[in-house]
């Protein structure tokens, strides 16, 4: 059963080593971490029995705080190393966190073709639209327009579609979120943990200090009431014209479906080394 959250703190946090953070006065990060514990705890998911993958970054800290088994990997690597923990240890319930420079940028193949095999595993991608702890340099998905410390007189290219990707890559389950949408966001990362196959959490997350303050918006408050006014409900977007939806973001479940994971495939190859007869399936039929 779920706690308040004093008591969840003291049961997933590891409050007496790791404290107080890095992360900015209000900084997105801890909302997602919240939910995420959150999650896991109304899921009643034993403690040692989840795996936390992070690579580098501020939402990479994650590893730090959280008191599951953890481990914080090279820039970009993340989904890999937690390809090969999932492999080996099925009985793992394995979560990564990323930003949206980690996971698209110079992880971005290892996103897609986790996606595409369907991996058993729940991707967070922390989305605050910028490289935040380098310096606010520009990311795939910095805004067209928007002023970074590498594009100061605005950005002249479109912004990746995170959650788009791993659509179009058939992950069993893709969401959009927002850090200002913090209880749509706790359901989100629950049902995602849930679903088996690939599932990947999108949470758009402020960074006042590095992208809000060069873009009019130097408050986490600025920043909560742009994603609040600019964030459009799926179930909205059927009585909208498309250029109402100009400009906004759509949350909430973009995909959720049924089909064989990785690693229930993986399981028959291993079947067929030990010798065990497993029934041979025809290759799928492309239908272009």
């Not at 394995?94 to 996103?111: E, K, L, P, Q």
């Not at 006042?208 to 609040?228: C, D, T, Y």
């Not at 939806?245 to 995909?255: D, E, R, S």
Request: aromatic content about 8%; charged content about 20%.
């Amino acid at each position: 059963m779920a706690e308040g959250m004093t008591g969840l703190v003291h049961k997933y946090l590891r409050h007496d080593k790791k404290f107080p953070h890095i992360w900015c006065p209000g900084c997105g990060n801890g909302i997602v971490l919240g939910s995420l514990i959150r999650a896991i705890d109304r899921l009643g998911l034993d403690k040692n029995k989840v795996a936390l993958v992070s690579g580098i970054g501020c939402s990479g800290r994650m590893t730090t705080y959280a008191d599951f088994n953890t481990l914080h990997t090279p820039h970009g690597r993340a989904l890999t190393f937690a390809t090969g923990l999932k492999l080996s240890r099925e009985d793992l319930t394995v979560i990564v966190i990323m930003g949206d420079g980690d996971a698209t940028a110079i992880g971005g193949n290892h996103y897609i073709h986790a996606a595409r095999r369907n991996v058993d595993m729940t991707a967070i991608i922390v989305n605050n639209q910028v490289y935040g702890m380098t310096g606010g340099q520009y990311s795939p998905t910095t805004p067209y327009g928007a002023m970074t410390t590498t594009t100061p007189y605005g950005m002249v290219e479109h912004a990746f579609d995170i959650s788009a990707l791993a659509v179009a890559a058939e992950a069993s389950y893709v969401a959009r979120c927002t850090v200002y949408h913090a209880a749509l966001l706790d359901q989100l990362i629950e049902s995602a943990i849930r679903r088996k196959g690939f599932s990947s959490v999108e949470v758009l997350s402020n960074c006042h200090i590095q992208f809000g303050r060069r873009n009019r918006m130097a408050s986490p408050v600025k920043m909560l009431e742009w994603f609040k006014e600019n964030a459009v409900r799926m179930h909205a977007t059927s009585k909208m014209k498309p250029e109402e939806l100009q400009g906004k973001f759509i949350i909430g479940v973009l995909a959720d479906s049924e089909r064989p994971s990785y690693n229930d495939e993986y399981e028959k190859v291993r079947e067929k080394a030990r010798g065990i007869s497993v029934e041979p399936k025809p290759p799928a039929r492309f239908e272009g």
